[in-house]
T-cell receptor, first 113, second 115 residues
Framework: GNSVTQMEGPVTLSEEAFLTINCTYT??????LFWYVQYPGEGLQLLLKATKADDKGSNKGFEATYRKETTSFHLEKGSVQVSDSAVYFCALSGVTAGNKLTFGGGTRVLVKP | GAVVSQHPSRVICKSGTSVKIECRSL??????MFWYRQFPKQSLMLMATSNEGSKATYEQGVEKDKFLINHASLTLSTLTVTSAHPEDSSFYIC???????????FGQGTRLTVV
């Protein structure tokens, strides 16, 4: 079956530091890949997505590239802000992009001023 | 983007009572909705797929008699936790894909505490 593995947190950074959260997946066929963000006390928001190999998703300074050869979708941001403190989830959809999602364990990121 | 509204955002109930959680797609129709459960400091686990006008599809290990799902219209799905127990305390969150099934939109989630 499908599975997603992402690095465990928490990750604590200083403002303006570089952030990387690793995500690898196992899936049959060609899944769509997503990063969701969950701010404290809130639901999930789609941060970015990629639907085919070599696609790069980007939003709010965050980027992730769909690497089929390494089955990875690592999230990066060059300069984090305190407002980026949240839990980040890597996910995949094995059928169509809006279909049920398989999530990684989530990575809590704390950015200190 | 599309909006999914979930209500209530927080509920505390006594053991043995039932709690209903509503998930509404506000500006689009959703023939399918998904219900997830999130344990503290853990990831989201899919509980069931709610299908408008038909029975929900439950994931393995989820008790269908305990977690009743009704999808009575194209904009509303409800999850009822029956005879709740403290171990049912969790964060429940719904999502609905858009018509083209290209993106899933999530509700704000419901934190259930059973005392």
């Amino acid at each position: 079956g499908n599975s997603v593995t992402q690095m465990e947190g928490p990750v604590t950074l200083s403002e303006e530091a570089f952030l990387t959260i690793n995500c690898t997946y196992t899936a049959t066929g060609y899944p769509s890949l997503f990063w969701y963000v969950q701010y404290p006390g809130e639901g999930l928001q789609l941060l970015l997505k990629a639907t085919k190999a070599d696609d790069k998703g980007s939003n709010k300074g965050f980027e992730a590239t769909y690497r089929k050869e390494t089955t990875s979708f690592h999230l990066e941001k060059g300069s984090v802000q305190v407002s980026d403190s949240a839990v980040y989830f890597c996910a995949l959809s094995g059928v169509t992009a809006g279909n049920k999602l398989t999530f990684g364990g989530g990575t809590r990121v704390l950015v200190k001023p | 983007g599309a909006v999914v509204s979930q209500h209530p955002s927080r509920v505390i109930c006594k053991s043995g009572t039932s709690v209903k959680i509503e998930c509404r797609s506000l500006d689009f129709q959703a023939t399918t909705m998904f219900w997830y459960r999130q344990f503290p400091k853990q990831s989201l686990m899919l509980m069931a797929t709610s299908n408008e006008g038909s029975k929900a599809t439950y994931e393995q290990g989820v008790e269908k008699d305990k977690f009743l799902i009704n999808h009575a219209s194209l904009t509303l799905s409800t999850l009822t936790v029956t005879s709740a127990h403290p171990e049912d305390s969790s964060f429940y969150i719904c999502s609905a894909p858009d018509r083209g099934m290209t993106e899933a939109f999530f509700g704000q989630g419901t934190r259930l505490t059973v005392v």
